[in-house]
């Protein structure tokens, strides 16, 4: 009997231990559970405080309950998706066409159209900002001949195929299929970027960058996407007006696009005036999302977009080079980009992208669809891969890549997510805005079918590519790619774009703590628990020193700015307290980050300390209102940069 049960208990552990090999994602650790909850309830409280105060918006079916209930379950479903190995965007859509579909959509029925709009201009200017603020042109004049053939060719390929295709199987007129392929030729950044990052920890390709080469590509791509998307969108629906006007505005939506976000890009660089963190990471989101929508008011659809990518690309280099003049602080600072590209990012990844995946979801109704267009749509987006993956396999000849190498280009460049999200329901827009006299019209309902359909095509097109592509990038990569040794590859944590490396603070002193990992050491479990709690106590003894001697080093450089700024000791004597507060203010930012400075940089600013008040007891025997020494440390120039 004992040998019975034995043997009927085996068959489930063996399928649990499948799934948990097959899904380790799914079985939840303490930690995450609490986590959740405690997410749960910070959510429930912050509902129920926004009913108390606004009251009628949050009730079921107001605007606002409505975006909120999509934002929720649609970062539910992301989050159990991603659990299961499989892109979170897959789950987030498929949420939205469930709450869409199930009971006529009536859990959201208060989402207003004006609103769903709004909320996806927002996440386009996003994308497109993240876009800019990742990109490293360092990396793309590296692989930019090798990248610049990967994000024209299989792309553009791609669109004018899928657009041929729906003309003959939607009949749709030539220019909105064409602006329909477009929209499909774009590649998800994000997605991209995540899987190329996992392939760069794994020392796979980093020899010959291919990593870095599919990134610097997926960042322009997009800019690609959404300039034919206009141009061909702005022919189909207005081009029975000003015919010239119609093929040349997206062309003038495009210059418009890149010369407002230089000018954004220099004001956003006056450190002076956006001196922390969050003045910088407010003005720039702030400065792409008024970009993009003043943009759409005159209808330069593409305009903000490209706007929003050349802010972030643009004020990246500034901020670099700690540009302009008078009225950016002089001093380089990449720390400015990594801190903001973390700020957006974050807003992107747990507010943005739930919404905009979950308002696509939502807009696809099972009701009002032809069942044809399903398969339809199928068969152009497989036809679009046979068509991109050999193209991109071709294109990648002549770069020094090996077959497999180039059979994982047409892997990597297969993922398709984001600019789908954003776009998909834009054609629908501008027909209803194109024929709002006249909405009942034979030729604005043929118009809206062709904008159903493409977006019923975009839905499906986020569902297939980018589980397709993520899952043989993942698949394949280990076998496609050589894996470099540690003495001769990349580093893993090398930045491939600001923000993804992953953070290590700097300790300001030499830590006496650091032990050697290959001593051998035979210790009981009680010497052990003793040893690791004795360097518990040293390592906060250890941290508490070095957040004391920074207290002090601050405490004397406010003293020495407010002598500064109280007497007259030369022309520049006010600019020079000036800079030692902001000196202040950026370590007080670095010890609440826990970013302490290394021992070299508290050396040279103390040496900055000794000559500046050796300089201020020198004028003060001069008297007031004469000239520093031509040896003395004035201008912070180099001193400043130690601090």
Not at 179 to 196: D, E, S, T
Not at 456 to 482: E, H, K, N, V
């Amino acid at each position: 009997m004992k040998a019975l049960q034995v043997s009927r208990a085996r068959p489930s552990e063996d399928r649990k231990s499948f799934v948990r090999w097959a899904f380790p994602g799914l079985f939840l650790q303490e930690k995450d559970i609490w986590n959740g909850a405690g997410v749960l309830l910070i959510t429930v409280l912050l509902y129920g405080g926004l009913v108390l105060c606004i009251g009628k918006p949050f009730h079921p079916s107001g605007n606002a309950w409505a975006v909120m209930i999509i934002w929720l379950l649609a970062s539910a479903g992301g989050w159990l998706v991603e659990r299961v190995g499989l892109p979170g965007p897959l789950g987030m859509i498929l949420t939205g066409i469930a709450v869409g579909n199930i009971n006529s959509g009536h859990l959201v029925k208060g989402l207003p159209a004006s609103w769903s709009k709004e909320l996806r201009a927002i996440a386009l200017a996003i994308i497109f900002l993240r876009s800019g603020l990742e990109l490293d042109l360092r990396i793309f004049k590296k692989v930019g001949w090798v990248a610049t053939r990967l994000l024209l060719v299989p792309g553009i390929l791609e669109a004018f195929f899928d657009g041929g295709l729906a003309v003959a199987l939607f009949g749709m007129p030539p220019t909105f299929a064409f602006a329909l392929g477009f929209i499909l030729k774009a590649v998800g950044p994000a997605l991209v970027i995540q899987c190329m990052f996992d392939v760069q920890q794994k020392r796979l390709g980093t020899a010959k960058s291919i990593p870095a080469t599919v990134v610097a590509a997926a960042s322009f791509d997009d800019m690609i996407g959404i300039t034919g998307y206009t141009i061909f969108i702005d022919i189909a629906v207005k081009g029975e007006g000003n015919q010239v006007w119609a093929i040349m505005h997206g062309p003038v939506s495009v210059v418009l696009g890149i010369l407002a976000g230089l000018i954004a890009a220099y004001l956003c660089a006056f450190t002076k005036l956006w001196n922390n963190r969050l003045k910088r990471t407010a003005v720039v989101l702030l400065s792409a999302l008024f970009m993009k929508f003043i943009f759409d008011k005159y209808n330069f659809t593409s305009g903000g977009a490209l706007g929003s990518l050349t802010l972030g690309l643009c004020v990246k280099e500034l901020w670099a080079r700690g540009k302009p003049g008078m009225f950016a602080i002089p001093e380089t600072n990449h720390e400015y980009t990594r801190n903001v590209e973390k700020n957006v990012r974050w807003l992107w990844r747990f507010i943005m992208m739930p919404v905009l995946f979950g308002l696509i979801g939502n807009a696809l109704r099972f009701k009002t669809l032809q069942h044809s267009s399903i398969s339809k749509a199928c068969a152009i987006i497989f036809a679009g891969l046979a068509v991109r993956m050999p193209a991109t396999f071709l294109v990648m000849f002549g770069g020094g890549f090996t077959w497999k190498e180039r059979l994982f280009f047409s892997f990597a460049w297969t993922p398709k997510a984001t600019v789908q999200a954003a776009l998909a329901l834009s054609p629908l827009d501008a027909v209803i805005a194109a024929y709002k006299s006249a909405p009942k019209s034979a030729q604005a309902l043929r118009y809206t079918q062709y904008a159903n359909e493409t977006l019923t095509t975009a839905i499906f097109c986020i569902l297939i590519d980018a589980s397709i592509g993520t899952l043989l990038i993942r698949a394949f990569a280990p076998a496609l790619l050589q894996r470099e040794p540690e003495d001769n590859a990349e580093a893993p944590d090398a930045p491939m774009v600001p923000g993804l490396q992953p953070p290590s603070p700097r300790p300001m002193v030499h830590d006496p703590l650091d032990r050697q990992e290959n001593e051998p050491q035979q210790l009981t479990a009680a010497e052990l628990a003793r040893q690791q709690e004795l360097m518990q106590h040293k390592e906060q003894e250890f941290a508490m020193a070095n957040e004391a001697m920074l207290a002090e080093f601050m405490e004397r450089i406010d003293q020495i700015a407010d002598v500064v700024g109280q007497q007259e000791l030369g022309h520049d004597s006010s600019d020079c307290a000036g800079k030692l507060r902001l000196a202040v203010d950026n370590l007080r930012d670095r010890i609440a980050e826990h970013d302490y400075l290394k021992a070299e940089e508290v050396e040279g600013a103390n040496d900055f300390l000794r000559a500046t008040r050796q300089e201020h007891e020198t004028l003060r025997r001069r008297g007031p209102g004469r000239q520093p020494s031509a040896a003395s440390p004035s201008g912070l120039g180099k001193s400043s940069e130690a601090v």
